[in-house]
């Protein structure tokens, strides 16, 4: 079992003494657009340039995703799309990429549909959350997982779960939006390993024209009470936008915008849109030469 947070750290020192640029992290709706086609997407995103993954397990009440990854996820599960899938995905990309930071993306409700109701009675808040995750964070390990990200899952109501993926070896990843107080930053600097999870604008998920103003300040907010490496999503989608988060931050996390390049591409031709994509994005290939 790796050590607690140690191929992020890894990934982040390595880049760090290669200078070049932030590390990309694509999410990828397990399933979408099918459960079969997942795997090849992963292995493209691999050759495309991406140097971890957040992999997101398909759930019917996304509160956090906008309206592409709301539709791959309902595809998806019509697709017949499970936890089962994602934590399959995982398993591609570690045989493919065996140092690679791969993080678990979901919600709280499929993770904890892993235990029987009669498991879930009768316990405290923290015991209801935490050992029902005991199942799926030895399932996740055994798969490759480093970390998870539990979407609605407040910070004060998270250190079951934590101390329950720590002892499997996994980091419980932490979201920050810009709109965080100094109090909820503190809180979530206390308990982070691996990286946090910058939200570079309020709301949903969703392709963005240009990055946010403010994501400097609110950069520099975290950065002044953490050293834990910082990644920042939400509305990222071109190769400026990328550079940009790349003079702040050590890595970048692109969503909607791949899950919309799936979606636009014929069949049979996704997993080379994927590719293609993610090379442009991480600067590997031209945009208007396409070399």
Same mark, same amino acid.
């Given at each position: ?171 419980? !990843? @932490? =979201? $920050?939006?810009? #709109? ?5 930053? /503190?809180? *979530? &600097? %206390?308990?982070?390993?691996? +990286? !946090? @999870? =910058? $939200?570079?604008? #309020? ?5 963005? /024209?240009? *990055? &946010? %103003?403010?994501?400097?300040? +609110? ?73």
């Amino acid at each position: 079992m790796p050590e607690l947070g140690q191929r992020y750290r890894a990934a982040f020192a390595a880049s760090a003494e290669r200078g070049d640029g932030p590390l990309l992290f694509p999410f990828l709706a397990a399933g979408f657009p099918t459960p079969a086609e997942t795997p090849e997407l992963v292995r493209a995103a691999l050759r495309g340039g991406a140097a971890g993954f957040e992999i997101g397990v398909p759930f019917s009440d996304p509160l956090a995703d906008g309206p592409v990854h709301q539709d791959a996820y309902n595809v998806a599960l019509t697709a017949g799309a499970t936890l089962e899938t994602a934590l399959d995905a995982v398993r591609v990309a570690r045989a493919e990429s065996p140092d690679a930071p791969l993080t678990l993306m979901g919600y709280l409700n499929p993770f904890l549909a892993h235990a029987s109701s009669s498991d879930r009675s009768d316990r405290d808040p923290g015991s209801a959350v935490g050992e029902p995750l005991d199942a799926l964070a030895r399932r996740a390990a055994e798969a490759g997982v480093d970390g998870v990200i539990i979407v609605d899952l407040p910070v004060d109501e998270s250190d079951a779960a934590r101390e329950v993926l720590a002892g499997h070896g996994i980091s419980l !990843i @932490y =979201l $920050l939006a810009p #709109t965080s107080t100094p109090e909820r930053i /503190d809180a *979530v &600097a %206390r308990r982070a390993s691996g +990286f !946090i @999870y =910058l $939200l570079s604008l #309020t709301g949903v998920t969703g392709a963005r /024209d240009q *990055v &946010a %103003r403010d994501l400097a300040d +609110f950069v520099g907010r975290v950065r002044a009470r953490t050293d834990t490496p910082l990644a920042v999503g939400f509305g990222i989608s071109r190769r400026e936008h990328v550079v940009q988060v790349g003079t702040m931050v050590p890595a970048a996390i692109i969503g909607s915008a791949l899950t919309a390049t799936i979606a636009s591409a014929p069949p049979g031709g996704r997993a080379a849109a994927v590719e293609r994509y993610l090379e442009v994005v991480t600067g590997r290939r031209s945009e208007t030469t396409g070399e």
